[in-house]
């Protein structure tokens, strides 16, 4: 069963029935992170706002459809992390919890200008996929953000301008989308569900709107206005699914 007929069924007979689990794999934005600084000792921090973060939105939309189903969230999302690390934590972090769907989200840290960066990426969500599908559960492959296309005048901090430029070269270039239009490839082959939401910022992009402003460190952390753009979609997505 899918998640949607999962909650139905529990909403339909809420003494028989399970609540349900879902887990959430990925990166910074997955754990909850938005803005950035830069500390005495000039380690680079983030501000964590587990409230703003999309899998909350997903919980809030999911309680007001189905507000007698209890719905457990897992969120095994870890800042700088990437697709090969979370292979690597796949099983401690979300498997043995055995969640009814699972959301996977990579991409923003994996992108990389050396030859093969898109084959490591690539086989890591292969690997990912694969595992989540003998487990018998539930798979939504979710595209990240758009990186910063310009430097924004709020980046003053000489390492943030760096990133930020980096970012905004990947970005530029087509190096991030051939990065995920591979992770689009793959998802094609293996029957994994894309929820596209790289395709509705690249959309709004080619609209006008200024993407960079929609990110709240400027460089790849989406607002958290924007970030509820994901908890819609991937609520739609499993209603499609």
């Known amino acids: 069963m899918k998640i949607v007929e999962k909650m139905a069924a529990k909403a339909a007979h809420n003494s028989s029935c399970e609540g349900v689990t ?7 934005v997955t754990q909850g992170c938005f803005e950035i600084y830069k500390r005495q000792n000039g380690n680079i921090e983030t501000i964590f706002d587990k409230r703003g973060s999309y899998e909350m939105g997903v919980f809030d939309i999911l ?4 507000p007698s189903v209890t719905v457990n969230i897992i969120n095994a999302g870890i800042s700088g992390d990437t697709a090969p690390s979370g ?17 996977v989200c990579y991409g923003l840290n994996d992108c990389g200008r050396s030859e093969g960066s898109i084959a490591r990426y690539t086989a890591a969500l292969r690997g990912i996929f694969e595992k989540v599908q003998g487990a018998g559960t539930e798979l939504i492959f979710m595209t990240p953000n758009m990186m910063n296309t310009t430097l924004s005048p709020h980046i003053v901090e000489p390492d943030f301008v760096a990133i930020a430029q980096d970012c905004a070269d990947k970005q530029g270039s087509g ?3 051939a990065h995920i239009d591979a ?36 460089i790849n952390h989406p607002t958290r206005e924007m970030n509820r753009l994901f908890s819609y979609e991937l609520v739609k997505t499993m209603f499609e699914a």
Do not use: Q
């Open 175 to 177: 190096v991030f989308d």
């Open 63 to 66: 309680c007001t459809l189905f």
């Open 22 to 28: 879902i887990a959430f794999l990925g990166d910074s």
């Open 87 to 103: 292979l690597v934590r796949l099983e401690r972090d979300v498997l043995r919890h055995a969640p009814d769907l699972l959301v």
């Open 183 to 218: 992770a689009r490839a793959l998802c094609k082959e293996m029957g994994v569900t894309v929820c596209d939401c790289y395709a509705l910022w690249k959309r709004l992009a080619a609209c006008g709107v200024d993407v960079t402003e929609l990110l709240s460190n400027k």
